[in-house]
RNA sequence: GGCGCCAUCGCCAAGUGGUAAGGCAAGGGUCUGCAAAACCCUCAUUCCCCGGUUCGAAUCCGGGUGGCGCCU
């Protein structure tokens, strides 16, 4: 006779960088037994450690952890790609009975998850030479193309804003569709998991001084050395060296800013970024916003509120 | 005490008689395959104060206040 075991509610803590994500999922895996699947755009490749604030080796030794650093810098990376290797973990630490705690504040990788993306994978062929024809016939052009093939489409995005555009065209020449329509019959409609997004959410002036406190710690632990190192190994053009932190740190070794500048540059560029993952979050559909001491969550999982269980 | 220069958004700053550029910072937002990316929107009915000239003044004149510099 099978059983038909309930699947779970997934959880998944989500939050602004600097909020406390990494700590508090591990005091919570570690009482619930659970693996911690990392929803994080830049700490999943290997290498870039400070500047992409991933647990340290101590906190990677408390719980496993999946997805981080994952894969290489030089390789091709997306949403796409990194739901299936989610899912993969969260099929893997099931089949061990063990809870699977999402952790990670990119959104567009939750959703990925929550709820597939169309099946419109990108040809790096069509994409180059889209690119190309882009920086030759400018923005304005590629937008007008796209307005021709697809005018819903185009008239959703800004002409400046190419990288869309540029997507937008490599999916109508790949699968011959308007890319519009293929939005509207997919609308992240599937529910792949059942789950619940907690979004932590400190006040506005606590996650000031936490950001600006992690940022000095970056520099301090010497992020333009390593960013040195990653340039030095060939890594220079690749995503992660365009994120946050990196990008500045590249700015000092290139004689661009001081360190100074690049740190008080870094605090704003991250403050901003904070912002708009609270933007992304806050019309997520199944997102609860907590505010610290997060006691909810810690309920909601059947535990008890730590005394001082809580990140620094 | 005298002379000169300056005073425009939180900061920098253009404008020098015709009805307040721009940058930074800030706030809000978008997001279907590089997402810590990329992109969009908002942000001085008012130019230190008072008076005058003028159809019209941030712009000209006078007086004040504040800052800077030089001289005594």
Redesign the pocket.
């Known amino acids: 006779m099978p059983r038909v075991l309930p699947q779970p509610p997934l959880t998944v803590i989500a939050g602004p ?1 600097g909020a406390g994500k990494t700590e508090l999922a591990i005091a919570l895996a570690e009482r619930l037994g659970a693996e911690i699947v990392s929803a ?6 290997r290498y870039f450690d400070l ?4 647990p340290d080796p101590g906190q990677l030794a408390r719980v496993p952890h999946h997805l981080v650093s994952a894969v290489e810098p030089t390789e ?7 739901a ?1 290797l989610a899912d993969a973990a969260i099929a893997d630490i099931s089949a061990r009975s063990r809870p699977a705690l999402v952790v ?6 939750v ?2 998850l929550l ?8 040809d790096p062929e069509v ?1 180059r030479k889209l ?1 190309d024809e882009a920086r030759r016939l400018g923005p304005e052009a590629m937008h007008r193309r796209l307005t021709d093939l697809d005018p819903d489409a185009a008239a ?9 555009v ?3 065209l ?2 109508h020449a790949t699968t011959g569709v308007r ?1 519009s329509e ?8 599937a529910a792949r998991y059942p789950a619940r997004i907690h979004f932590l959410d400190p006040p ?1 002036e606590e996650l000031e001084l936490r950001l600006a406190a992690r940022t000095r710690r970056m520099f301090e632990r010497g992020l333009v050395r390593e960013t040195a190192r990653l340039v030095a190994r060939g890594f220079r053009e ?3 060296m ?6 500045q740190a590249l700015a000092v070794l290139d004689g661009e800013m001081t360190e100074e500048q690049a740190e008080r ?1 870094t605090f ?6 904070a ?6 979050f ?2 997520e559909p199944g997102t609860r916003f907590v505010p610290p001491p997060y006691a909810a969550l810690w309920e909601e999982a059947g535990l008890s509120v730590p005394a001082h269980g809580r990140s620094r």
């Open positions: 960088t994080d755009s830049q700490a999943v490749y500047g992409t604030a991933k091709p990376f997306n949403a796409a790609r990194w299936s990670g504040g990119t959104g567009l990788y959703r990925a709820h597939g993306l169309t099946d419109t994978p990108p994409r690119e959703r995005l800004a002409v400046a804003d190419v990288v869309r540029v997507r937008a490599e999916v890319p293929l939005r509207a019959a997919h609308a992240f409609r506005r690749t995503a992660p365009r994120s946050v932190g990196y990008r540059e704003l560029e991250t403050r901003r970024y912002k708009r993952q609270r933007t992304w806050r019309r």
